[in-house]
């Protein structure tokens, strides 16, 4: 396959407003052939078990332009991997090179207003909120992550290596798993985004 | 991995313990409220199976998960630590059922925590626990797809807990 240059940052590409995708849908994918659980939601094990140590600043890509063939890119050049403005000029990676398919990956996917902006409130007084933000990659400009804004530390998780003691990261790991198997669906309907939405026109 | 309620509304769970060549039995009847445990020997089991095929998807959830997990992270768990994670799950399990379910999942983690989401109505209520925090357990309650406030601290709390968001909505 040929990489789809429509998944990679471009001149006249924007920053995607989080808002403004609000209704879409964003997607990860498994390993997991199954992903249902027997009472008809989301197995943990698809979604946030074994991926512990990257649910700190989970990534994930918003479904639409980027579909499940592009969601089967594996990136095996770490140059591809870091962070990048919306419009930067990238060459495509190269097949063999810098990435490879993974045919048997298969795709969970969550409603981004489902998660985006969600209070965690514990009993103890722990507060932490869920954002949704766009992040592009070198590799991939769709490119999401979902991260836990602590509202105590005024700092995200991810951003603190020394406020993530084990109290807190078991909260909200505990809470990824379940918001997700709560609220992440296993196929979602094809649909086109706007292209003012991602585009400067 | 569902705790089955069967047509009668009558749950039933094993947990295995192959050290010991028996088996406990959980068995919760909704219709009287009553929790039951009955211990077999592996014979007794094997008959039970073989009177019973309905109870055969029930045998070994515990031990399934822990395959599964042993599969996918080419790990090994230890007896002691199955055994330990067993006690657990029984230990809780009868907490849980005596909040009259209508199922039960249940998943054990990379991190050898047990998870388990109990439902109810419109309510599924999630609870994880880790393995070496013995009282601490965390919860999230939802009705609706709507989240309550999450819950940390024992079962006794949590027990308390879950019985008022039943109540306030």
Redesign the interface.
């Known amino acids: 396959m040929i990489y789809p240059e429509k998944i990679l940052p471009q001149a006249n590409r924007i920053k995607i407003n989080t808002i403004s995708v609000g209704d879409f849908y964003l997607t990860r994918h498994t390993k997991e052939k199954n992903l249902l659980s027997s009472d008809g939601m989301l197995s943990i094990k698809a979604v946030a078990i074994g991926a512990e140590k990257i649910l700190p600043d989970y990534s994930s890509s918003l479904f639409g332009i980027f579909k499940s063939e592009e969601g089967k890119i594996k990136i095996i050049n770490d140059k591809y991997l870091g962070y990048c403005k919306p419009d930067e000029n990238v060459t495509a990676p190269a097949p063999g090179v810098d990435y490879v398919l993974e045919s048997e990956r298969n795709f969970w996917y969550v409603r981004i207003d489902d998660i985006h902006n969600t209070l965690i409130k514990y009993n103890d007084g722990f507060e932490a909120v869920c954002e949704v933000i766009h992040t592009p990659m070198l590799w991939n400009f769709w490119h999401f992550s979902v991260r836990w804004f602590i509202t105590e530390h005024n700092c995200y998780w991810y951003e603190k290596k020394d406020m993530d003691t084990k109290k807190i990261r078991r909260k909200l790991i505990f809470e990824i798993r379940s918001l997700l198997r709560n609220k992440a669906v296993t196929q979602c309907c094809d649909y086109n985004l706007s292209d003012d939405v991602y585009q400067s026109l | ?2 705790l089955n309620p069967t047509q009668n509304r009558v749950t039933k769970q094993t947990y295995l313990d192959n050290r010991l060549d028996s088996a406990g039995i959980i068995y919760h009847d909704f219709s009287n409220k009553n929790v039951n445990t009955e211990f077999l020997n592996s014979g007794l089991l094997k008959d039970k199976i073989r009177r019973n095929p309905v109870d055969v998807s029930l045998f070994n959830i515990l031990d399934d998960n822990l395959i ?1 997990l042993v599969e ?2 080419n790990e090994n768990i230890s007896g002691e630590t199955k055994r330990y994670i067993g006690n657990r799950f029984v230990k809780y399990l009868l907490r849980f059922l005596s909040i009259s379910p209508d ?1 039960i ?1 249940f ?1 054990l ?3 050898d925590s047990l ?1 388990f ?1 109990l ?1 109810r109505d419109d309510f ?1 209520i ?1 609870i ?1 626990i ?1 393995n070496d925090d013995f009282d601490e357990l ?1 919860c ?1 309650v ?1 009705k609706d ?1 709507i ?1 309550d ?5 024992n079962i006794d709390g949590l027990m308390i ?1 879950i019985n008022q968001c039943f109540l306030s909505k």
């Open positions: 991995m569902i599964s996918k992270y199922y999942d998943e983690t990379s991190e998870f989401s439902h599924v999630d994880e880790f965390f999230a939802y797809g989240k406030e999450s819950y940390i601290g807990h």
